[in-house]
């Protein structure tokens, strides 16, 4: 059987995509569901909530050893046979031993939700960008549906004139060329825009296929953040309560921790114990307290011998401490480079809007004679055609630079969580 695909009118794909949604959702909205709803996130929360149930097992005493033995050959003291031996020894560490491995078992664990923070921020990074790139894409297919209302126009013109006997069929077909590669366009633009909700829906652990709604104002965003770029770049922005910067000092408290447990390591270690002997009572001769049991207090130290693995110990955390202390100037390093290039790329595109501004002034102009001189016969309808054409690509080029300084501004916003 001949199965025949049935293509979905674009005016319905238009409607679908590009028109008023149910449930609009800010921006910001979509962070809060973000951090609440984020798989990845609540795994790395409860990563860090199994770590700090650790400290509360090493602040605990050693188990209690209980032990039993039998005299298979019995040892015939004075007062009998002993028979069995049945013991309990209780070792006791060093006096704060116990209190620092908790303390160190904690400081490994704080820096975990630095790494959720980090993660977060970077997790919002691409909601941002999705969200932007979206809202540039809608803005576009905006641009694209004035576009066709212009073909129309100059398609009634060309209708025109082949009337008056003054104009070609061919530019009419010209014109139906156009239309359908901006409706071409406008198809991609959808593709690219369901790509983008993946993209957000799979941040936010929501169903693939919902709909979400990135209509904003763009163009206030665009002037808000050239507002505040120049500042930024003139300054010198303080990164230091960034968690990826962070946990390099948490990290460290860790090693510091470490350190003063190697400390208590190479103290000696007590222990308590006692033993209950069953003494049996002998037949051959009836000795005071014949067959009395035995009760044996104990108490033992361990002293730590060789000194030079606590020395070695010591000297590996004095290492990393240092090596973190490089780590963190590494990262700064690069989070203010990003965070230079991110303005670099804003002040490049804020001249292209510029440019594009001036640009379109012109040619809007240009278009209205044009216009009005191929109505009467005195210009060609490819220069026409040429106009409007280069109008729509200023416009395209416009919405595109807006985009990118919004994504730039995304960037940055990753790094000057507090600014």
């Known amino acids: 059987m001949r199965m025949l695909k049935a293509k979905v009118p674009l005016t319905l794909l238009l409607l679908l995509f590009f028109c008023p949604r149910v449930s609009a959702q800010s921006l910001d909205s979509l962070k809060t569901e973000l951090r609440q709803e984020n798989p990845e996130l609540r795994a790395l929360l409860l990563d860090y909530e199994a770590a700090m149930k650790i400290g509360a097992q090493q602040n605990q005493l050693p188990d209690l050893e209980i032990g039993a033995g039998v005299f298979v050959l019995p040892v015939e003291t004075r007062t009998g046979p002993q028979q069995f031996r049945i013991g309990a020894t209780q070792m006791l560490p060093w006096p704060g031993k116990l209190a620092a491995m908790a303390a160190t078992a904690d400081a490994r664990a704080r820096p975990l939700l630095e790494k959720v923070a980090a993660r977060q921020l970077m997790l919002i990074y691409k909601l941002e960008r999705a969200y932007y790139s979206l809202a540039g894409l809608e803005a576009r297919a905006v641009v694209l549906r004035e576009s066709l209302a212009l073909y129309t126009s100059l398609d009634r013109l060309a209708l025109s004139r082949i009337e008056n006997g003054k104009g070609s069929s061919v530019d009419v077909y010209r014109i139906q060329l156009q239309r359908q590669q901006i409706?071409?366009?406008?198809?991609?633009?959808?593709?690219?825009?369901?790509?983008?909700?993946?993209?957000?829906?799979?941040?936010?652990?929501?169903?693939?296929?919902?709909?979400?709604?990135?209509?904003?104002?763009?163009?206030?965003?665009?002037?808000?953040?050239?507002?505040?770029?120049?500042?930024?770049?003139?300054?010198?922005?303080?990164?230091?309560?960034?968690?990826?910067?962070?946990?390099?000092g948490l990290q460290q408290k860790a090693n510091r921790a470490a350190i003063e447990l190697t400390d208590l390591d190479q103290r000696p270690d007590f222990g308590v114990g006692v033993d209950y002997i069953a003494t049996g009572r002998r037949d051959d001769l009836d000795p005071l307290r014949n067959g009395r049991d035995v009760i044996l207090p104990r108490a033992m130290v361990t002293i730590p011998l060789s000194k030079r693995k606590f020395s070695a110990k010591r000297q590996e955390e004095e290492v990393r401490i240092l090596a973190l202390d490089a780590r963190r100037e590494s990262t700064e390093n690069e989070f203010r480079a990003e965070i230079r290039r991110a303005l670099n790329t804003i002040d490049n595109a804020a001249n292209e809007l510029y440019f594009l501004r001036e640009q379109s002034q012109v040619i809007d102009a240009t278009i209205s004679i044009a216009r009005s001189e191929f109505t009467n016969g005195k210009r060609a309808f490819d220069e026409l055609l040429r106009l409007e054409n280069q109008l729509i690509g200023y416009r395209t080029k416009t919405v595109l630079a807006q985009t990118i300084i919004l994504t730039q501004r995304a960037v940055i916003d990753r790094y000057l969580i507090n600014q």
């Open 183 to 248: 409706e071409r366009q406008l198809e991609e633009l959808i593709y690219l825009g369901q790509q983008e909700m993946v993209t957000i829906n799979e941040l936010l652990d929501r169903p693939a296929e919902t709909q979400v709604d990135a209509r904003v104002a763009i163009a206030e965003r665009v002037a808000e953040t050239l507002d505040f770029a120049p500042d930024l770049a003139a300054d010198d922005p303080d990164l230091s309560n960034h968690p990826g910067l962070r946990i390099y």
